[in-house]
């Protein structure tokens, strides 16, 4: 990866081994699909980041020190790429005491775009998420729940696992969220007791007039009429598999896809 | 802050900007205090780092190489001070997952020793802690909870804050551990569904007979006879205040002081 860092939005040459970033978690992330240097959805992610520095009483970074920084790397990047902007609190402050006057640290790195894949198939994890309604749905530097899921599993045939909190509810996949085909609406969980709510998530119950959160069981998601995943960098994924049900490719799913095309033309997929 | 960073036990100049710690939490961390060079309960804080890291799957780093790296910094410090140790999962792999063959980073620093206080005033955080029992007493770095706890006041004359979980059970303080006097008998918060396991807690817990783990309600912790934190850094500290309510010095928490002082010399304090 390449990596550009950025204190008080000034480059600087390295991260502050006391950074609250490494000591807490105590920050937000991005990731972005680029493509031919234009980043996906800039606007969206943007705010999302600003939601959640401000949730955490983070100052807010100066976006055009973090675009110019993003804009440096993708020189280097002629086709597509992932870029990942993590802000942080920056360093200082006693202990866990956030510091007065924070001076956030942004890191921009830019790494390979993940190859293409069909539809996908999923597990079930064990790892349960706890319920932390104060931090729920903002994309946070805590993330060892994530890595923990993620880590039940080293089977390439799974793409991904579809993770419940410690109530049992559907949260999501470990690195998506869901969507299920229920009764003719999509259905996605709610995500204001743990879950990161994502940018496609958000597209998508902006854009699609059946599409609407809820609480699901993972009974509801293994009856639903079709599934899929959906995040910033993959787009619409449709599910073939999760556990012992199995999918055909619903055409609703696949219309879903066209539509993101249509609005993002990073999303742009090759019909099989 | 003076700082040493180890990457599989060898000297680097620099973090890697893609370090697991700062962009998952996915690291422990140990924090002691330091005494002539001498850190208090080196073995206690390097088992614990050890279960901390087991638990999350990260390779043991060497013991060698960190006290290395610790006692060239303590040098520099020759009288007390705080030496912190943070081990991540080191850099590397695609997304959440945790790569085959993690490569542990560590970053020794020292930090001031902090001034001793009398018994303090406390107040409740109303920000509640998750259920999370994967996670639950490990002192790893996801410590988002902690820092809007900490940030929940400003007032200097509030030492720490008293934490419930999202299930009102009390929990601990936002840096230490909480021990109540109840019937006789020194309460302290099972933690085994959040909160961090502290060293102090574990001597006090394998020390003194009449010391318990339990569940406690806020009601049954402001009814206590007596009331003190501990953590590694500042030994046993009295309660003098909780919300409302206020207790004299309890002879009984002099008592454990001075035990934890003739069993630890780095915890001597000066009776009033």
Same mark, same amino acid.
Do not use: K, M
């Given at each position: 990866m390449n990596a550009i860092i950025l204190s008080d939005g000034k480059v600087?040459?390295?991260?502050?081994?006391?950074?609250?970033?490494?000591a807490y978690g105590d920050g937000v992330f991005e990731t972005l699909l680029v493509n031919k240097a234009l980043p996906a959805w800039w606007d969206r992610h943007w705010n999302r980041l600003l939601r959640g520095t401000t949730s955490?009483?983070?100052?807010?970074?100066?976006?055009?020190?973090?675009?110019r920084a993003c804009a440096t790397l993708m020189k280097a990047e002629p086709g597509a790429c992932v870029l990942k902007?993590?802000?942080?609190?920056?360093?200082?402050?006693?202990?866990?005491?956030p510091p007065a006057a924070a001076t956030p640290t942004v890191v921009v790195s830019t790494h390979p775009a993940p190859d293409?894949?069909?539809?996908?198939d999923l597990r079930w994890c064990q790892t349960p998420w706890a319920i932390q309604p104060r931090l729920a749905g903002i994309k946070h530097l805590n993330r060892? *729940?994530?890595? +923990?899921?993620? =880590?039940?599993?080293?089977?390439?045939?799974?793409?991904?696992g579809i993770v419940r909190d410690t109530e049992d509810r559907v949260v999501s996949a470990t690195s998506a969220n869901l969507f299920a085909l229920v009764g003719g609406r999509w259905l996605t969980p709610r995500l204001d007791r743990c879950g990161i709510a994502g940018i496609v998530r958000g597209w998508l119950l902006d854009e699609v007039p059946e599409a609407a959160q809820a609480d699901l069981s993972a009974v509801e998601v293994s009856h639903a009429e079709a599934l899929f995943l959906c995040n910033?960098?993959?787009?619409?994924l449709p599910v073939r598999r999760l556990g012992?049900? *199995?999918?055909? +490719?619903?055409? =609703?799913?696949t219309a879903l896809r066209r539509k993101l095309a249509i609005a993002n033309p990073a999303f742009?997929?090759?019909e099989s």
């Open positions: 600087v040459p390295n991260l502050d081994p006391g950074d609250r970033g490494l955490l009483g983070i100052p807010a970074p100066s976006e055009v020190a973090v675009r902007i993590i802000c942080t609190r920056g360093a200082g402050g006693r202990g866990y005491r293409p894949v069909g539809p996908v060892l *729940e994530q890595v +923990l899921a993620r =880590a039940e599993w080293d089977d390439p045939e799974i793409f991904d910033a960098v993959r787009g619409i012992l049900r *199995e999918w055909p +490719l619903h055409p =609703a799913v742009v997929f090759e």
